[in-house]
């Protein structure tokens, strides 16, 4: 093979020089018509929404009438919800990660295991609420409370939260383990001191992210039988309830409840036309609140990370 000419070499580097500038071109334009695309949707949800962005709309509860409905029993039902999910999520997945990264020997059955749990990741989010439907609300009698839709969605991000914490264990270098062993430390304290604060940022922003899709689920909350319209709050911890006696600490959690997803589902259901304008202030504010679980994940993982020194 004869080598190539000084002639040829310009004209191949030409060539993938023109090739990099027309996929350059490609990307850019794709990613503009994405951008435009989702600016005019938002201005468009923000535009139709925008006279019941307001005050009263956050502090009264549905009505079936469109000017009075607000979204304080939804926003409210969501924040509880997740407040279940997270206590329930996060200490079982970061330990089930950290298991198996750290203490599972590796064989076929481990193998399995992590198979079955990148799978579950990718399950149709209403499997879950049928599982949740057959398991919590019947055979374990919770009905369909604030209790049974936190489980639910703890099962539904339990594999994004084990997936995230050990992709971050798998991220920090071998001789962090290698020089606290060898100074003696047990592996349980290598893992309490030194793997799991430096896994931290790749942790949190799992979650976090696992959290921004469960508040965003409809399909297994509608599944487990969330109310469409609810005009109450679940009770306070040792408040007063209607019947005259006290409220437990955890009454709340058999509460029923609704959250945003099913209230907007409820408003765009509708033929009046009003409850449309309702159903785009409540999709932009569930819009903020999904990109400000995102944002934070973003900003906790890079101020994490600034601390952390190999």
């Known amino acids: 093979m004869q080598p190539l000419t000084t002639e040829q070499i310009r004209s191949v580097i030409a060539r993938g020089k023109a090739r990099d500038a027309i996929f350059q071109a490609v990307g850019i334009l794709c990613l503009a018509i994405g951008l435009v695309v989702i600016f005019l949707l938002v201005g468009d949800m923000v535009i139709r929404g925008y006279d019941r962005l307001n005050l009263e709309f956050f502090t009264q509860f549905a009505s079936r009438r469109a000017s009075q409905a607000g979204i ?5 039902g969501s924040l509880l919800v ?3 999910t997270a206590c329930a999520a996060v200490p079982l997945g970061v330990a089930a990660g950290v298991y198996l990264e750290e203490y599972a ?3 076929w059955i481990t193998e399995i295991i992590e198979i079955n749990i990148t799978n579950l990741a990718a399950v149709p989010s209403i499997v879950y609420g049928l599982l949740a439907l057959g ?5 374990f009698g919770f009905g369909q409370s604030i209790l049974t839709a936190g489980l639910t969605l703890a099962l539904l991000i ?3 939260v084990i997936v995230a914490t050990r992709e971050a264990i798998r991220a920090i270098p071998s001789m962090i383990r290698e020089g606290s062993m060898a100074v003696g430390a047990t592996r349980w304290q290598t893992c309490r001191y030194h793997i799991i604060p430096y896994a931290m940022p790749g942790i949190l922003t799992g979650v976090i992210i696992g959290l921004a899709r469960a508040i965003g689920e409809t399909a297994p909350i509608i599944t487990i039988g969330a109310l469409t319209f609810i005009a109450f709050l679940p009770p306070l911890p040792f408040s007063q309830l209607p019947d005259g006696t006290m409220a437990g600490p955890f009454e709340w959690l058999m509460s029923p409840f609704t959250v945003m997803p099913i209230q907007i589902f409820n408003w765009t259901s509708r033929p009046d036309p009003a409850f449309e304008v309702n159903a785009a ?3 932009f504010i569930l819009m903020v609140m999904v990109l400000s679980m995102n944002g934070l994940a973003i900003w906790l993982r890079y101020r994490l990370r600034k601390n952390i020194k190999w």
């Open 105 to 107: 020997k590796r064989n």
């Open 135 to 139: 398991i919590f609300v019947y055979a």
């Open 281 to 283: 202030a409540a999709g």
């Open 82 to 84: 997740m407040l279940v």
């Open 158 to 160: 339990l594999p994004i």
């Open 72 to 76: 304080l029993s939804a926003w409210a």
